[in-house]
């Protein structure tokens, strides 16, 4: 079994930054990739940012320049910094890591009000 533990949301205002954090742990064999989604009051989950084993990764269009995903691989742990953030960044964000299924985390809570 494995357990993903967000940390880091909370309440920030517009230009401001946050970090959130994503532990991973239990019976982990190989992850594939790690990743960041997000989902707003009445929308859909979307991802907002990916890494990939080797490294690569990808962002949604409206974070880029904005927001990095990284991780600590020794950890299993995922990491998203986010700056300059704005009113339409405020969502739940959701971990998740791709082994051999996909596991989810139970959600952060980001406002971004002033």
């Known amino acids: 079994q494995v357990q993903l533990v967000e940390s880091g949301g909370g309440l920030v205002q517009p230009g401001g930054s946050l970090r959130l954090s994503c532990a991973a742990s239990g019976t982990i064999f190989s992850i594939y990739a790690m990743a960041w989604y997000r989902q707003a009051p009445g929308k859909q989950r979307d991802l907002v940012a990916r890494?990939?084993?080797?490294?690569?990764?990808n962002y949604a269009d409206s974070v880029k320049g904005r927001f990095t995903i990284s991780r600590d691989n020794a950890k299993n742990t995922v990491y998203l910094q986010m700056n300059s953030l704005k009113p339409e960044d405020t969502a739940v964000y959701y971990c998740m890591i791709s082994t051999m299924r996909d596991y989810w985390g139970q959600g952060t809570h980001v406002t971004v009000s002033s």
């Open positions: 890494i990939r084993d080797g490294g690569s990764t």
